[in-house]
């Protein structure tokens, strides 16, 4: 054979090979190809506000690759996760500032499968609500003549999911003290004074609750001027020794007489002065008439209804304020 026909040969058996060994080469290098996907939701987890990653890679056959991924925003690495005997990571962030955030999940590879990488999925956590409620009144202002009631409705609408029990009360204040009582004659019933806030229905939706506030004044009332003492309080002791005495002077001789009504004369001082003190305690009480009872006094006041609730560590109220004129 001639030589280059020889050189010829060579060449073309040699290209033969190289294209054979390629696709080999390639394998070897970069693994089986493979999909990575990648979804997002968020939960609120121990009153945290938690994002769950799930990723899955999977191999060009349709099985399930090993090895590791992470999740990547923007360059940085958030976190990663080794994937499960079914080609599946998840992972949970609650570090995750408030706003949009786009992620990817990336898959590193190993000696027989290739990296891939997903599409990005955006995530927008926000910040976890604390259940709480608020409280309202109705009408927000009360005109009342002094020794009459008026009922007003308190609601109490829960939010953030908030459920629990919640007891109501009121204080006041008044133009001219400072006090956190209620104004003088004026009197504050909640019914009922507890109320227990549940989860919402489909009748409710809202979740709210009522009590009915009941609000009393007291009308003035005069002294009764009618004395109570009793007629002739001393006349039953005096006479009860004065007429024995009278009659026996009678039966008495003219010396003894005069001793006799020296005597008598005598007892009866002393019966007086006895009397006289016995009843004079008696006599203030008898000729004192009942204090006088003004009633609420007219006037502006304002008082502060409160809704409070308590899970026995922390201690949670709301307060409105209420106007109450009296005339």
């Excluded at 204090?291 to 006037?299: C, E, I, L, Q, S």
Aim: glycine residues 10%; hydrophobic residues 40%.
């Amino acid at each position: 054979m001639p030589h280059r026909a020889r050189i010829g040969t060579v060449f073309a058996l040699g290209a033969a090979i190289f294209t054979a060994l390629v696709p080999t080469l390639a394998v070897a290098q970069t693994g089986t190809g493979t999909q990575t996907s990648l979804t997002a939701e968020t939960r609120e987890i121990g009153g945290q506000t938690t994002a769950i990653f799930t990723a899955t890679v999977l191999g060009a056959n349709g099985k399930p690759a090993s090895g590791a991924v992470v999740l990547r925003e923007g360059g940085h690495d958030l976190a990663g996760a080794a994937l499960s005997a079914e080609g599946k990571a998840e992972i949970k962030l609650n570090s995750l500032a408030n706003g949009d955030h786009a992620v990817q999940a990336v898959y590193q590879g190993n000696a027989t499968a290739s990296a891939s990488q997903s599409e990005v999925v955006s995530v927008h956590p926000e910040a976890t609500a604390t259940p709480d409620f608020s409280l309202a009144i109705a009408p927000a202002s009360f005109t009342l003549k002094a020794g009459t009631a008026g009922t007003l409705v308190a609601t109490i609408t829960p939010a953030n999911g908030f459920t629990g029990f919640i007891s109501l009360s009121c204080s006041g204040t008044s133009t001219t003290s400072t006090s956190t009582s209620l104004p003088v004659g004026v009197s504050c019933v909640f019914s009922p004074t507890n109320l227990q806030v549940t989860a919402t229905t489909v009748a409710n939706p809202t979740g709210a609750v009522t009590a009915n506030m009941s609000l009393q004044t007291t009308a003035p009332a005069g002294q009764n001027g009618q004395l109570r003492t009793p007629a002739n309080a001393q006349s039953p002791l005096f006479l009860a020794v004065l007429i024995p005495g009278a009659l026996g002077l009678g039966f008495l001789g003219r010396k003894r007489k005069l001793l006799g009504r020296a005597a008598l004369l005598l007892m009866l001082g002393a019966i007086a002065i006895l009397g006289t003190s016995a009843c004079s305690a008696r006599y203030g009480y008898f000729h004192h008439p009942p204090t006088a009872n003004d009633g609420t006094p007219a006037g502006t006041y304002t008082l502060t209804v409160t809704a409070q609730t308590s899970n026995g560590v922390s201690a949670t109220s709301h307060s409105m304020p209420l106007a109450l004129t009296v005339n």
